[in-house]
């Protein structure tokens, strides 16, 4: 028989794509990775299938999804419904490897029950991601809700010690004015949290549980097998076009950044640090490379980073940098690690903060837990003091840690709020510079909610990752929020000749050039 093929496809926004040995997020055993097998093996659970087998016969399960959920289930549909499920065939669900796409593959020998099958699995997945999503709003908007009626009494009560001092003969008018203080003080969290809870209720009515659906199948028109003429024809073209094919479509294709004079171009902005591509980093483990490896290339590329910024500092104020990228896995967060080193090389007093709350990576270069961190500080409590740790810098300044802490369910309203700028300022007060992890630009807007804290923003680009247009669209997005973008620090950069970029512009970077052999 002839069997067909459809497909749906999905985007995971919650979730960071798993990076390379030099990349931020996590690595393939990492916290974006697991999160993305954990929904591949969601999607394909046997109680996803049961539930689109009970829809594809026409009797949903109690709660679960039907043919009314998804707008391309036709006439055709209907004329069917009954017995459609035992011809469910295979189904596939595969990620990508540098995406947090997640494509659904149904074959079956009915091109309607493969379309609708395709396309159910989808809506179940995304009707359980939306009831949790839902129970973790609204844990959060109840807790929003008791703080708001604790503090109501405290409000009345102060109010009234107010009135009261205030017909007083002599009245305390230094205990009026505390009181006047505190009142106003509660009010603004008060309207601080019921403005958090109608963005809770916004949410609440417009409910995804994280997932954007990317394609919906379509009714296949023809099979994937069998084809043995068409098979037949492709393997005798091929064999003819298939060597320079390969090598003009790649060439044509490659929109990635390939040097940093392109990326000069393209971005319009200087340079301030090329990183070299490190092949002996581990794949399994992160690490600081400047801290082991104190006079390596890698390090002094981010000596020479420095010192493009103390260049920067002279022309104006630097306390608070906040770092980062078009995409997951450029390594940004290498780069803050190694950066904050060789600033506390320097002499310099600095704090690094994980500012990435979705997919934080940038303790585990550290050796340091996540938790309690930025998030604990501003939502929980969490003293300042109790969240901090120091790493130590063999000849330099020790480095003061904040990590991300627990992810919050709205991680950039949290970070445009002004607690947590209020906490970074504690920060900058108590250091030379601040360097801020935040997460990519262009899947989610919490780098450009927190660039109204930072003096400067720097955008990490890597070789053969960072696309031309993801540069344009995450430069764009920053200087929408009237963010500083002071410059670029490429990554991976593969050009470790004499003759390359880096070599020929080490004046440029601080760096004494190298002598000439004999």
């Known amino acids: 028989d002839d069997v067909f093929a459809a497909s749906s496809e999905l985007l995971l926004s919650s979730v960071s794509s798993a990076a390379d040995p030099f990349g931020d997020a ?28 009970a829809a594809l016969d026409d009797d949903p399960l109690e709660g679960g999804v039907s043919l009314d959920d998804i707008d391309e289930a036709g006439e055709d549909a209907s004329t069917a419904v009954g017995g459609r499920a035992a011809l469910l065939g295979s189904v596939a669900i595969r990620s990508g490897d540098d995406s947090d796409a997640i494509r659904v593959v149904v074959e079956s020998i009915d091109a309607t029950v493969a379309r609708d099958a395709a396309n159910l699995y989808v809506a179940a997945f995304r009707r359980r991601r939306s009831e949790q999503e839902r129970g973790q709003l609204t844990l959060t908007r109840n807790s929003l809700t008791t703080q708001i009626n604790d503090m109501e009494p405290k409000i009345k009560a102060l109010d009234q010690q107010i009135t009261s001092e205030g017909r007083r003969a002599n009245p305390n008018l230094a205990l009026v004015n505390t009181l006047t203080d505190q009142v106003q003080l509660f009010r603004t969290q008060v309207s601080e ?34 084809t043995p003429l068409r098979d037949g024809l492709l393997g005798a073209i091929g064999g003819f076009v298939l060597g320079g094919g390969i090598a003009f479509l790649r060439s044509e294709n490659d929109r990635t950044l390939r040097s940093a004079t392109r990326t000069e171009t393209v971005s319009g902005l200087p340079v301030l640090g090329v990183v070299p591509f490190l092949r002996e980093l581990p794949f399994a483990q992160p690490r600081v490379v400047s801290l082991d490896q104190p006079g390596s290339l890698f390090a002094e590329a981010f000596a020479a980073t420095r010192s493009s910024l103390q260049i920067l500092q002279i022309e104006q104020e630097v306390r608070t940098i906040l770092v980062t990228s078009t995409v997951s896995g450029e390594g940004k967060s290498t780069v803050v690690a190694n ?65 991300a802490g627990v992810e919050p369910p709205n991680p950039a309203e949290l970070l445009a709020t002004r607690y947590v700028g209020d906490v970074l300022a504690r920060l900058a007060a108590g250091c030379d510079v601040v360097l801020l992890d935040a997460a990519p630009v262009t899947p989610v807007t919490d780098a450009t909610a927190l660039s109204r804290w930072a003096d400067i923003t720097l ?41 390359s970029y880096y070599h020929r512009n080490r004046r440029r970077f601080g760096l004494a050039p190298r002598p000439q052999r004999r």
């Open 26 to 53: 996590a690595q393939v055993t990492g916290d974006g990775k697991r999160a993305l097998n954990n929904a591949v093996s969601q999607l394909g659970s046997e109680s996803i299938r049961k539930e689109v087998k």
């Open 193 to 226: 949290f019921q403005q958090q809870v109608q963005s809770i209720d916004f949410q609440l009515a417009n409910l995804t549980g994280g997932v954007e659906v990317l394609s919906t199948a379509g009714r296949p028109s023809s099979p994937v097998r069998p």
């Open 339 to 403: 950066l904050a080193v060789a600033m506390a090389r320097s002499g310099s007093r600095v704090t690094v903060v994980g500012a990435d709350l979705r997919a934080p990576t940038i303790h585990t270069f550290f050796r340091r837990l996540n938790e309690p961190g930025l998030s604990d500080v501003v939502v929980s409590g969490v003293p300042l003091a109790q969240a901090i740790s120091e790493i130590e810098v063999p000849g330099g300044t020790p480095i003061r840690f904040l990590p």
């Open 459 to 499: 955008v990490v680009c890597a070789e053969g990752i960072t696309e031309e247009q993801h540069l344009a669209t995450t430069l764009s997005r920053l200087r929408g929020t009237r963010a500083n973008v002071a410059g670029i620090v490429y990554n991976r950069s593969r050009q470790t000749n004499r003759q």
